[in-house]
Structures are given as C-alpha cells and as structure tokens.
C-alpha cells in the first residue's frame, strides 16, 4: 500500500462514517465499493478488508454513544446473538460459494439498488408508516439479525445498514437503533474478520484482508464515526436518510450497469 493509498483510504472512511454513523450504519456499505473500483482491493479480500474497516472505526461512534448513556437496553444484545453466528455462515458462504468478482458485484447491486430505494421511499411515506408500524418480536428480532448477519458475512458490511433501517421501519425510535446496531456490526465485524482470517489458511487466493489499507480506513471511521455520533441530535432525520438512501441506490445503479457491459 503507497502512502497516496492509505491517505484516500483514511479520507474514504472518514467521511462515509461522519455521513453514516448518526443514522446507526458504520458507512462500510458505501467503502466496500470504493475499496474495490478506486482502491483496487481484489475479491473476495475486500470483504474482509471491509470488516477490518468496521472493527477499527466503529469503538469512535460507539464511545460516543457510551458516554451519552444511548448503549442501554436489551437490543443490542438480541442483535448480537444473532448477527455472530450469521456473519461465520456468510463468511463461508463468500470464501467457498460466491468468490468471483463479477458475481460479488452483481451481488452489491441486488442489494444496493433495491435497499436505497425503500429507505427514499419509506422516508417520504414515516408519517404514515409510523402510525401503522409495530416493532418486532424479540424473537423476530434475533432472526432478522441471523439473516443479516449472513449478508454481512457475505458483503463485509456488518449488516448495520441493513438491520436499521428495518427496525426504524418496524416502529423501533432511531435514538434506540442507532447505537445497537452499531454495537452489533463492531462484535459482528469483529467474529467475521477473524474468520475470515482462518479461512484464509485453508483456502486459495486472496482471503485475507488487506490489513494496512483496512487499518487506514478504519482510522478515518473512528474519527469520523465519533464526529457523526455527536452531531447524530443535531441532524434533519428525513434529510439524513434521503441521502443515504440515494447514496445507496446510485451505488447499486453503477455496479448494475458495470456487470451488465
């Protein structure tokens, strides 16, 4: 990694998290791809790489939250237990099942495109939906933190951007999301990096992250995680999730258009 390299990388994680973090998401949704069209990492490492990102960046937002008394309550802890065991099946899912770059791209946009779509459309429709909207079960909850802990697994994005704004969706208030699912994608980036990191010993290729761009990314997330938690109450809520949403949904679009060439 050359010094020009590991300065965008620090510059990439950095504002994604400031953008992202207030809204419960850790912003590897949106570094995974320029991990992977700006900043060449090849496939399936990215996904780890990612992960890296997550388990460096993510102690900055969740200090914050700490200290603002925001960590209490029992969803974090529901979301943890399911999201570990998921991130491990999705961690072997990616290495052994999905390694090619082509398909993992087609694979971000099947999920991009369509998850920037709702969130434009249910922040247009929050006042209605917000009247009709029940949060889940806590059983419901577990299960939809397994289901997302294999995407995570699988994607490398530790599954904040995914879980949130269901949960938002469902009735769950974002002072309330916001920090657990921060909390479940550092533990989860935690387990899935690791295992990735094992994985990499049995199999062919590149498995491993990339550690030194991962750690400079990471470095600009923590910092920008910890700004975007404090500024997450000074923040237009509608505003906040339209921009992602469309953030999402343009990302998505691109890596769409590239596969189909």
Do not use: K
Not at 1 to 11: K, N, P, Q, Y
Not at 51 to 62: E, I, K, R, S, T
Request: charged share 10%; hydrophobic share 55%.
């Amino acid at each position: 990694m050359t010094w020009s390299t590991g300065a965008l990388g620090f510059v990439a994680g950095l504002l994604v998290s400031v953008v992202a973090s207030p809204a419960g998401v850790s912003g590897a949704v949106f570094l995974l791809p320029v991990q992977m069209s700006v900043l060449g990492v090849p496939s399936p490492a990215v996904t780890p790489t990612n992960l890296l990102y997550n388990v460096v960046a993510g102690p900055g937002a969740l200090l914050r939250h700490w200290r603002a008394g925001r960590l209490a309550g029992p969803l974090p802890r529901r979301l943890v237990a399911g999201t570990v065991p998921g991130v491990v099946a999705g961690a072997v899912i990616r290495v052994f099942a999905v390694p090619g770059p082509r398909v993992f791209r087609l694979l971000i946009a099947a999920l991009l495109l369509p998850l920037g779509l709702w969130l434009c459309a249910r922040t247009v429709r929050r006042a209605s939906a917000a009247r009709a909207a029940r949060p889940p079960s806590p059983r419901a909850t577990t299960s939809l933190a397994l289901a997302v802990g294999v995407a995570g697994g699988v994607y490398g994005i530790g599954g904040g951007s995914l879980i949130g704004p269901v949960l938002v969706g469902r009735g769950v208030p974002v002072a309330t999301v916001a920090p657990a699912a921060l909390a479940s994608t550092f533990v989860t980036s935690v387990v899935g990096a690791a295992t990735y990191a094992l994985l990499s010993l049995a199999a062919t290729g590149d498995v491993a992250p990339d550690w030194a761009l991962g750690l400079a990314c990471g470095a600009g997330g923590l910092v920008g995680g910890y700004l975007g938690a404090r500024l997450q109450p000074l923040l237009p809520e509608t505003a906040l999730r339209l921009l992602l949403g469309l953030l999402a949904a343009g990302i998505g679009a691109l890596y769409t258009a590239a596969t189909l060439r």
